[in-house]
């Protein structure tokens, strides 16, 4: 949270019109009474970002996000757990598709978003196909 409020804080000076995205995750915490240290951390900036002087800030909440066109996880263990999940992910993306997103649709999201703004300033999984499809 120190990092990217520090960071948010000098970004108006230089362009106070900008929009502001950031990535926080599935079960941020902004009443920060959660019980995991990592949500009610991401919820402070959650919490903080919006009280700044940009144009807009926007959150973006991804879930469960499959990798494409060769981008991977880092660690082998996730790279294992993808490749293993990779077959089941149509049917994940059927079943639960406010939690399931691939990596183009939250990039193209966030690009329309920095772009042409959004309506809600937390967008969840869903919005990001909304976001990524919304016309110039």
Same mark, same amino acid.
């Given at each position: 949270? $120190?990092?990217?409020?520090? +960071?948010?804080?000098?970004?108006?000076?230089?362009?106070? /019109?900008?929009?502001?995205?950031?990535?926080? /995750?599935?079960?941020? $915490?902004?009443?920060?009474? !959660?019980?995991?240290?990592?949500?009610?951390?991401? /919820?402070? @900036?959650?919490? %903080?970002? =919006?009280?700044?002087?940009? /144009? @807009?800030?926007?959150?973006?909440?991804? !879930?469960?996000?499959?990798?494409?066109?060769?981008?991977?996880?880092?660690?082998?263990?996730?790279?294992?757990?993808? %490749? +293993?999940?990779?077959?089941?992910? =149509?049917?994940?993306?059927?079943?639960? =598709?406010?939690?399931?997103?691939?990596?183009?649709?939250?990039?193209?999201?966030?690009?329309?978003?920095?772009?042409?703004?959004?309506?809600?300033? +937390?967008?969840?999984?869903? $919005?990001?196909?909304? %976001?990524?499809?919304?016309?110039?």
């Amino acid at each position: 949270m $120190d990092l990217t409020v520090s +960071i948010a804080k000098t970004l108006p000076r230089h362009n106070p /019109g900008m929009r502001f995205l950031f990535i926080s /995750g599935t079960g941020t $915490d902004s009443t920060r009474t !959660s019980s995991q240290m990592w949500a009610r951390v991401k /919820g402070e @900036a959650e919490n %903080a970002l =919006p009280r700044m002087p940009f /144009g @807009a800030a926007y959150m973006f909440r991804p !879930s469960f996000v499959r990798p494409l066109h060769g981008s991977l996880p880092r660690t082998a263990w996730m790279r294992a757990l993808y %490749a +293993i999940g990779a077959p089941l992910f =149509p049917v994940w993306k059927a079943l639960a =598709p406010k939690h399931v997103s691939t990596t183009e649709e939250l990039a193209r999201a966030m690009l329309q978003v920095a772009k042409n703004g959004f309506w809600r300033q +937390i967008l969840e999984n869903s $919005d990001f196909r909304k %976001a990524a499809v919304q016309e110039s």
